[in-house]
């Protein structure tokens, strides 16, 4: 009867031992990693990697970084770096080196993309 005391206890230290690990685990599997590179004109200006819940957006890990002002889905401003409607300087995005065509509000993100803003002059 002693042995069989003792191996429950055991067993349940065991239990005690592994379950927050196991919980932890299962609550970072709900995260991502995602790499935002900020550029003006050809100039790195800013790199972070941000973590973030699964299917975050773009807009959100970026406001997570830095100070940001969007209008209607689109970035305006990225810490004090703001776009110039009269000289066509305007913020755009690309993720995983493609470009992007919906608002940075919609796009989706999944984990170890890599997010790169550019201020840069509109040649359209």
């Given at each position: 009867?002693?042995k069989?005391a003792?191996?429950?206890?055991?067993?349940?230290?065991?239990?005690?031992?592994?379950?927050?690990?196991t919980?932890?685990k299962?609550?970072?599997?709900?995260?991502?990693?995602?790499?935002?590179?900020?550029?003006?004109?050809?100039?790195?200006?800013?790199?972070?990697?941000?973590?973030?819940?699964?299917?975050?957006?773009?807009?959100?890990g970026?406001?997570?970084?830095?100070?940001?002002?969007?209008?209607?889905?689109?970035?305006?401003?990225?810490?004090?770096?703001?776009?110039?409607?009269k000289k066509?300087?305007?913020?755009?995005y690309?993720?995983?080196?493609?470009?992007?065509?919906?608002?940075?509000?919609?796009?989706?993100?999944?984990?170890?993309?890599?997010?790169?803003?550019?201020?840069?002059?509109y040649?359209?």
């Amino acid at each position: 009867m002693k042995k069989i005391a003792a191996f429950l206890a055991s067993l349940l230290m065991l239990l005690g031992v592994f379950a927050p690990a196991t919980t932890a685990k299962a609550s970072t599997t709900n995260n991502i990693k995602v790499t935002y590179t900020l550029k003006k004109n050809k100039k790195q200006i800013a790199k972070k990697t941000i973590t973030l819940k699964k299917n975050a957006t773009v807009t959100q890990g970026l406001k997570k970084g830095w100070k940001v002002n969007d209008k209607k889905g689109f970035i305006t401003e990225i810490d004090g770096h703001k776009q110039n409607d009269k000289k066509k300087i305007y913020w755009t995005y690309t993720v995983n080196k493609k470009q992007v065509n919906v608002s940075a509000d919609k796009k989706k993100l999944k984990n170890n993309d890599k997010v790169e803003f550019k201020l840069s002059k509109y040649n359209g």
